[in-house]
């Protein structure tokens, strides 16, 4: 259910809007602003989340300009027989094909995603370190709660959103914080890995090779692209509805935390074959994610609705797209390479000290 609060200025505007709202059958409450009440007033009504689309759609094409804007808010808690599931009156509303919220919601809440750069910063290094601990002790429920904390599903949801309905603004933004966050984790891990060899904490029996394969670098990477892809949809599907968004979260981490923690742990035993494998397979799941994400909201149809800016989204979408696609063959290649020992004599491997 969401609220929706329509702001218009002059009582022509407030008028037709009352109009389309009554043609649709809708309740609402009209306020007039203290400042201007002859000309000026708040309409608020609730819908269905599926319901907003339509509505904005509708009032959008009435040409109204500057003399009205929306405000959509999800309420806590809505009580009212007259908007139980039994409810009718919105069946003539056709909402987007699978009940999911607006194109300005899911532009909002995408935005939404991306934190504060210090926040994210800090949880990023933090579930980094987590992580290395959980793969040098070989603790799968240490690595889950360095997946929990991992902040990571904002900024590729937020990519592929931006992707999607051509926001340039927002897709720069969050792709320097998706680099930022690979950047964060990375140093995190190798800085926490190597400040545990130097103290000579771990155990004298841990076992190295056993570790390191908790990237699963020599792994099939088609299982690998398909865990991806399968998160990149999931989160894609959460955030154009009205799902946690932050379960699929500990998902898409899932695919990216352990082979972080393995590059850490590689780095500071100088095992060069772990280290680029494991960011192999991160860059795989980043790209594979964004990919996903970008087909199905573009399939559920988060777009643009006039043509043109339709026909410039969809050379975007498709562009990158390619570019994506391309990339992840890429590196299944090199992964399937990697670990078939092909790839031995070009990766310097340095003895264990």
């Not at 865990?227 to 979260?249: C, E, P, Q």
């Amino acid at each position: 259910m969401r609220l929706v609060e329509v702001i218009t200025m002059s009582r022509s505007t407030r008028e037709t809007v009352l109009d389309v709202l009554d043609d649709n059958d809708l309740d609402y409450t009209v306020s007039d602003r203290t400042d201007d009440p002859e000309t000026s007033a708040t309409v608020s009504f609730p819908v269905p989340a599926n319901a907003v689309e339509p509505i904005q759609t509708e009032l959008a094409n009435l040409d109204l300009g500057a003399d009205m804007y929306t405000v959509v808010v999800e309420p806590e808690t809505v009580t009212s027989e007259r908007l139980g599931p039994s409810d009718d009156r919105f069946e003539q509303v056709e909402g987007l094909g699978h009940q999911g919220i607006s194109r300005g919601e899911l532009h909002s809440k995408a935005a939404d995603l991306i934190p504060d750069p210090a926040i994210y910063s800090l949880l990023t290094a933090v579930s980094a370190v987590v992580a290395t601990g959980g793969v040098m002790l070989e603790s799968v429920s240490v690595l889950v709660g360095a997946m929990v904390i991992a902040p990571l599903i904002g900024p590729p949801m937020a990519t592929s959103v931006a992707t999607v309905i051509d926001d340039q603004k927002l897709f720069v933004r969050s792709l320097k914080f998706q680099a930022l966050g690979a950047a964060v984790a990375v140093a995190s891990a190798v800085g926490f890995a190597l400040v545990v060899k130097t103290t000579h904490l771990v155990p004298t029996g841990i076992d190295l090779e056993a570790v390191l394969g908790l990237s699963n670098y020599t792994a099939s990477s088609f299982l690998l692209v398909v865990v991806a892809l399968s998160a990149g949809f999931a989160g894609a599907i959460s955030l154009s509805t009205s799902a946690n968004i932050g379960l699929v979260g500990v998902m898409i981490a899932a695919a990216m935390i352990p082979p972080l923690g393995v590059v850490g742990v590689g780095i500071a035993w100088g095992r060069p074959t772990a280290v680029v494998g494991s960011m192999a397979v991160v860059l795989l799941n980043v790209l594979s994610i964004n990919l996903a994400a970008i087909i199905c909201l573009w399939y559920l149809g988060y777009h643009p609705r006039s043509w043109s800016e339709l026909r410039k989204a969809r050379s975007t979408m498709l562009r990158r797209a390619v570019v994506l696609a391309a990339a992840v063959v890429a590196l299944v290649t090199f992964l399937a390479h990697l670990a078939s020992g092909s790839l031995a004599d070009l990766i310097a491997v340095v003895p264990d000290p």
